[in-house]
């Protein structure tokens, strides 16, 4: 596409803010990576970052914007108000190749609160999911439960994954996992926050005026 691509070093996991992974997380690792940006923005006399979140981003929660709006950094495409179908429309009448890809989250979006973030769960996680790409399926999520991997993936791919239960449970538990679920509820983005928003509710969640 022409566009120069630079790779630029973070360090969050350094943070134990972040490696706590409190609700929070997002926020401590946002701050980490825009004011590294920001750094190289000024090298390049650059004025404006800008960040890929979209309007429908907007309805969940999503402290990394927070973190990004305390910054400066700049969200196009939800301050024209185009959500996720409308980028993947505008993608596919630009003939980008990527207008279908699957949502990638960040990594550890695949633990629970309060489950300590470490390179060895992400290096895990990773494993886990590169080998269910390489058998063919997308749009999933492999979330993490210390030795059980909670299979999100949507509904209509669950006579598939049925189909081939034991090749996929192999496939999985290459990674380290001892014992391979599947979500009856299906993939949704966001799932991890169900629990927060629950103990939101609840009363039981601590410091959530920060939400």
């Known amino acids: 596409m022409g566009v120069e691509h630079l790779v630029v070093t973070t360090m969050e996991l350094s943070d134990p803010r972040y490696a706590d992974n409190t609700h929070q997380r997002c926020f401590f690792c946002k701050t980490e990576l825009y004011g590294r940006l920001g750094e190289v923005a000024r090298e390049r006399g650059l004025d404006v970052l ?4 979209n309007a429908d981003d907007l309805g969940d929660f999503r402290p990394g914007i927070r973190a ?8 196009p495409l939800a301050e024209v108000g185009l959500g996720k179908d409308d980028v993947r429309a505008l993608s596919a009448s630009l003939g980008l190749r990527t207008w279908d890809k699957p949502a990638v989250a960040c990594l ?10 470490t390179v060895e ?5 990773a494993t886990a999911e590169s080998a269910l790409r390489r058998l063919g399926f997308r749009g999933f999520r492999v979330r993490h439960h210390d030795d059980l991997a909670r299979i ?9 994954v049925v189909a081939r239960a034991a090749e996929i449970s192999a ?11 599947l979500d009856l509820e299906g993939y949704r983005a966001g799932s991890q ?3 927060l928003h629950a103990r939101l509710k609840s009363g039981g969640l601590r410091g959530a005026g920060a939400l």
């Open 50 to 53: 800008a960040d890929g979140t």
């Open 193 to 195: 926050n169900e629990v």
């Open 108 to 117: 550890s979006s695949r633990f629970t609160y309060g489950d300590p973030i």
């Open 171 to 181: 496939a999985v538990k290459t990674a380290g996992y001892h014992h391979v679920a």
């Open 68 to 75: 990004g709006r305390n910054l400066g950094v700049r969200s």
């Open 121 to 125: 769960k992400l290096r895990k996680v």
């Open 152 to 160: 999100e993936i949507p509904p209509h791919e669950f006579p598939a």
